[in-house]
Nanobody
Framework: QVQLVESGGGLVHPGGSLTLSCAAS????????MKWYRQTPGKERELVAY????????NYADSVKGRFTISRDNAKNTVYLQMSSLKPEDTAVYYC????????WGQGTQVTVSS
């Protein structure tokens, strides 16, 4: 069955770094564009970063540009989100998303930025 499993979340101090991973299975990963979203309680899910299926194109929310990097390894069916210079406002549950004609979601991983 289709699975997207995020990992790498945790507690980090402001200014720190963290790398999230999302391992995909059950579908043709290399055909799907991938995205990272985040959500905090009471707010809508926010698109953070996008990468095209071949990794050719990327795009970022203004709030994370220059601090976050999305990448993928199609041989490993995995997408990554490298996060640096983290701020308390980056605290959220982070979800990976696979999109083509069908959309798949992971279960999310908590990132907490706090001193």
């Amino acid at each position: 069955q289709v699975q997207l499993v995020e990992s790498g979340g945790g507690l980090v101090h402001p200014g720190g770094s963290l790398t999230l991973s999302c391992a995909a299975s059950g579908f043709r990963f290399d055909l799907y564009d991938m995205k990272w979203y985040r959500q905090t309680p009471g707010k809508e899910r926010e698109l953070v970063a996008y990468i095209s299926n071949a990794g050719t194109f990327t795009n970022y929310a203004d709030s994370v540009k220059g601090r976050f990097t999305i990448s993928r390894d199609n041989a490993k069916n995995t997408v990554y989100l490298q996060m640096s210079s983290l701020k308390p406002e980056d605290t959220a549950v982070y979800y990976c998303n696979a999109q083509r004609s069908t959309t798949y979601w992971g279960q999310g991983t908590q990132v907490t930025v706090s001193s």
